[in-house]
């Protein structure tokens, strides 16, 4: 079984900085993916980063240049760097992660973007 914990939502102002950590505990393996997925009120679940174990990482269009994934492997832990935030990027920020063909996903942080 496996768990992941996210900390680090809250509120920030347009323009401001997050960071996002994830940490998973339980039957890891080395050889996996690490993401964030978020979901608005009233819209659909979006991958917005991953990462492979070895480093690889995707973004989504609308967050390139603003966030930055990253991975410690030897903790276990994902990390979102998200800088420049627009009130769009408003959302409940979930951790993923891929884990021998098998998908597990944390409870959710809080971000929340407003003057």
């Known amino acids: 079984q496996v768990q992941l914990v996210e900390s680090g939502g809250g509120l920030v102002q347009p323009g401001g900085s997050l960071r996002l950590s994830c940490a998973a505990s339980g039957s890891i393996f080395s050889l996996n993916g690490m993401g964030w997925y978020r979901q608005a009120p009233g819209k659909e679940r979006e991958l917005v980063a991953y990462?492979?174990?070895?480093?690889?990482?995707s973004y989504l269009d609308s967050v390139k240049g603003r966030f930055t994934i990253a991975r410690d492997n030897a903790k276990n832990t994902v990390y979102l760097q998200m800088n420049s935030l627009k009130p769009e990027d408003a959302a409940v920020y979930y951790c993923y992660l891929l884990n021998a063909g098998r998908s597990s996903w944390g409870r959710g942080t809080q971000v929340t973007v407003s003057s």
């Open positions: 990462i492979t174990s070895v480093g690889t990482t």
